[in-house]
């Protein structure tokens, strides 16, 4: 079973986003010497508590900090780009570090509407319905394949052509399922944030599955929310700031990712209880042992190929040693041996 890991670059209090830049690059690493196979980070805007809102840049930045680890967006936010613009960044992403880079595309807006009218420059918000369009005219130029009628046929996209990464499908719902197997490319399914459709996308996908150049078989990666400790307790303790902050995210008020004291702290209305309740009801946290049984489970009730973890810390020790009692108990192969 592989693991990877996905990093949103947390902001947390007390801390800079220049901090939380550097505290990625902390992660990579780790990840890349505990076995890990590969790191995504993920497109989000107007969030004062996330930091990735550039994942080509950050990808440069991760992948000149490290060696063998695969990088990677999830995802870029398609409908928010020119998808000239996209081959063209992981084109050149892809030529400096060959073999190494992972496009994961996503048809939502990563942000509120307002942001994303000002990404697009355009007062239509619904482009998420052009997907399959955008993603040709994407593919066309990596490939040098657009149609002579298409009227971008006569750009060629330099260092994209020739440097295609490889492409992934991001989804939450069965749309990007069915999209990806009929496309014959890999699919990760969010189910850190959309779990009780898991079971549904994942067989969609492989029903939908027509085999590429890319792939014989379908391949399937599922996004876990995961956060082990050395006991339960520690382990719901450092959990707080992630539902605090997400509660505030959904009630509009989104900000710097609070401290676990402060998560304790606080006195929750009976909203923020629900929204908690809601946004971590597939979350994996406890301890080693817990973590080890429920990703079992998940791989087993799925057939998924792949596991990418997300973990939701303040603080980026805490992430670091969740990912290393992960790798430990899950037995990753550190990458020295």
């Known amino acids: 079973?592989?693991?990877?890991?996905?990093?949103?670059?947390?902001?947390?209090?007390?801390?800079?986003?220049?901090?939380?830049?550097?505290?990625?690059?902390?992660?990579?690493?780790?990840?890349?010497?505990?076995?890990?196979?590969?790191?995504?980070?993920?497109?989000?805007?107007?969030?004062?508590?996330?930091?990735?809102?550039?994942?080509?840049?950050?990808?440069?930045?991760?992948?000149?900090?490290?060696?063998?680890?695969?990088?990677?967006s999830g995802g870029v936010m398609l409908p928010n780009h020119s998808p000239l613009v996209v081959a063209e960044q992981f084109g050149m992403l892809e030529a400096l570090h060959p073999g190494r880079i992972d496009l994961g595309l996503g048809r939502a807006p990563g942000t509120d509407g307002v942001t994303a009218a000002?990404?697009?420059?355009?007062?239509?918000?619904?482009?998420?319905?052009?997907?399959?369009?955008?993603?040709?005219?994407?593919?066309?130029?990596?490939?040098?394949?657009?149609?002579?009628?298409?009227?971008?046929?006569?750009?060629?996209?330099?260092?994209?052509?020739?440097?295609?990464?490889a492409i992934w499908l991001l989804g939450s719902s069965d749309y990007s399922a069915h999209l990806a197997g009929r496309l014959g490319i890999p699919f990760s399914f969010a189910h850190h944030f959309a779990g009780d459709n898991t079971e549904a996308a994942a067989e969609v996908y492989r029903r939908a599955f027509t085999p590429s150049d890319?792939?014989?078989?379908?391949?399937?990666?599922?996004?876990?929310?995961?956060l082990a400790a050395p006991t339960e307790e520690e382990a719901r303790f450092l959990s707080g700031p992630s539902a605090l902050s997400m509660a505030r995210l959904r009630q509009g008020r989104p900000g710097l990712y609070p401290t676990p004291e402060a998560a304790a702290a606080h006195e929750w209305s009976p909203q923020e209880v629900a929204i908690a309740k809601s946004w971590?009801?597939?979350?994996?946290?406890?301890?080693?042992?817990?973590?080890?049984?429920?990703?079992?489970?998940?791989?087993?009730?799925?057939?998924?190929?792949?596991l990418m973890v997300t973990t939701m810390a303040h603080g980026p020790d805490d992430r670091i040693r969740s990912l290393e009692l992960t790798a430990e108990v899950m037995d990753l192969a550190p990458a020295h041996a």
């Open 214 to 226: 890319v792939l014989d078989e379908p391949y399937l990666m599922l996004g876990v929310n995961v």
């Open 1 to 72: 079973m592989r693991l990877s890991v996905l990093d949103l670059s947390i902001v947390g209090e007390g801390a800079t986003a220049s901090d939380a830049l550097a505290s990625s690059l902390r992660l990579a690493r780790a990840a890349e010497r505990l076995g890990y196979h590969r790191y995504w980070v993920a497109e989000h805007h107007n969030m004062p508590g996330i930091a990735s809102s550039s994942p080509p840049v950050l990808i440069a930045h991760l992948a000149a900090g490290t060696t063998t680890l695969r990088l990677g």
């Open 118 to 165: 000002a990404l697009r420059r355009t007062n239509r918000l619904d482009q998420g319905d052009d997907f399959p369009n955008l993603l040709g005219e994407l593919l066309g130029y990596f490939n040098d394949s657009l149609p002579p009628e298409h009227p971008f046929s006569k750009i060629h996209a330099t260092p994209a052509r020739g440097y295609q990464p």
């Open 280 to 306: 971590g009801k597939n979350h994996v946290i406890g301890t080693p042992g817990l973590v080890r049984r429920s990703l079992e489970d998940l791989v087993a009730r799925t057939g998924a190929d792949e």
